[in-house]
């Protein structure tokens, strides 16, 4: 059996008996929060589809002045999500290879045609950031968000943000959206993530399979999974720090990680 499959539970009701639609509520609730959540994410809440994190949680909480036992009973019973009963299914492949891993974070940002999320400050290789950059320029729709962890551990990847830059201007907005997003996470003890996701798939680099080498190893996910990845990715951009024009880009400090920047201050 599936996840929640009702249409009438007490999270849409507390938000219709505000007379609230479901932008409403998603910019009421972001808001408070400082994240990102739009109708699409506050309707798979309300239907169970998604569980809410902990921040979007309380904010929801907060919103509707509501108890959280009472607002996510339908989320925290024994029903499961469509993600969780879908269990292994949303891994298409495992990557053993470096040449495979590269060659399906390609195709993610190559297949990407409304949401990129993109994580990390590791990137390096010259044909998956030519893939993000190509994508970005031949689908003025498609809205991009990088989030790094700590500075560039490199001078391509410092580079290639200066391009985004150059091919996107991020005060803009394109059909009332702002198409390009890029953020730094400072905050000392969050571990980085390192993921490329579309609406339709995704990848997460894993560490070596075979020895201690990097990050050349990963899966490919599907479409349910790289949703959730999608929303991941524009919370932790809309609580980073803006990183949004070329000279921010080039004042940030090169190969150093986050606890050697601190060491060093």
């Known amino acids: ?17 505000r007379n609230m639609t479901l932008e409403e509520a998603a910019d009421a609730l972001n808001a ?15 239907s169970g589809r998604r569980r809410t994190g902990t921040r979007n949680r309380a904010g929801l909480c907060q919103l509707y002045r509501e108890r959280p036992e009472v607002l996510f009973a339908h989320q925290d019973g024994e029903a499961a ?5 879908s269990g292994t299914a949303v891994v298409v492949k495992v990557l053993t290879r470096w040449t495979d891993l590269i060659e399906a974070m390609v195709e993610v940002a190559s297949g990407a045609r409304e949401q990129l999320v993109v994580t990390g400050s590791r990137s390096r290789e010259k044909a998956y950031l030519a893939a993000i950059e190509t994508a970005v320029a031949q689908h003025p729709d498609l809205v991009h968000y990088r989030v790094l962890y700590g500075p560039p551990r490199h001078r391509g990847l410092s580079d290639h943000l200066v391009r985004l830059l150059e091919l996107r201007d991020p005060a803009a907005r394109r059909n009332g959206v702002k198409p390009l997003h890029i953020g730094v996470v400072d905050q000392p003890g969050v571990p980085e993530r390192l993921f490329v996701a579309s609406e339709t798939a995704a990848v997460t680099p894993l560490p070596s ?12 996910l599907g479409r349910e999974a790289a949703v959730g990845l999608v929303h991941h990715g524009r919370e932790a951009c809309a609580s980073a720090r803006p990183v949004e024009t070329i000279e921010a880009v080039r004042a940030l400090p090169m190969g150093y990680t986050r606890q050697q920047n601190e060491e060093k201050a």
């Open 81 to 85: 999500s469509v993600l969780e009963t």
């Open 32 to 46: 408070i929060t400082g994240l990102a959540a739009d109708a699409s994410l506050l309707s798979a809440f309300e």
């Open 209 to 220: 399979f075979h020895g201690a080498e990097g990050f050349d190893c990963g899966v490919l």
């Open 1 to 17: 059996m599936g996840g929640w499959t009702g249409v009438d539970s007490a999270l849409k009701r507390a938000r219709l008996a």
